[in-house]
């Protein structure tokens, strides 16, 4: 049974950094992609960041690039979201997702088949 676990939300104020860690289990990690989107109150689920199987290739919405890091540990079956620079508007709930997105795809939420629970990001100005 494929499981992801999110870990490392938080309230912050602005212009702090919070890392999002998931946790996977239950296929070989390393084999899959690893997604990062985000769903604020009231809105759809949008892209954040994604990080191929390799590891050597990454993609960014844009409003985070060159504020979020995603990186991956195969060894540790785990996958991080570094924060840096949070604003309010980062404010929701953040799920990591497990996928073979196909082509660039990445930024699409049905690319990928696994999905964790959530962890809540609140950044107050």
């Known amino acids: 049974q494929v499981r992801l676990v999110e870990s490392g939300g938080g309230l912050v104020q602005t212009g702090g950094s919070l890392r999002l860690s998931c946790a996977a289990s239950?296929?070989?990690?390393?084999?899959?992609?690893m997604g990062w989107f985000r769903q604020a109150p009231g809105k759809e689920r949008e892209f954040v960041a994604a990080i191929s199987w390799t590891g050597r290739t990454t993609y960014y919405e844009d409003s985070v690039r060159g504020r979020f890091t995603v990186s991956r540990d195969d060894a540790k079956n785990t996958a991080y979201l570094q924060m840096n620079s949070l604003k309010t508007e980062d404010t929701a709930v953040y799920y990591c997702?497990?996928?073979?997105?196909?082509?660039?795809?990445?930024?699409?939420?049905?690319?990928?088949?696994?999905w964790g629970q959530g962890t809540q990001v609140t950044v107050s100005s």
């Open positions: 239950g296929r070989t990690f390393s084999n899959y992609a």
């Open positions: 997702a497990q996928g073979l997105p196909h082509g660039t795809s990445y930024n699409r939420g049905d690319e990928y088949d696994r």
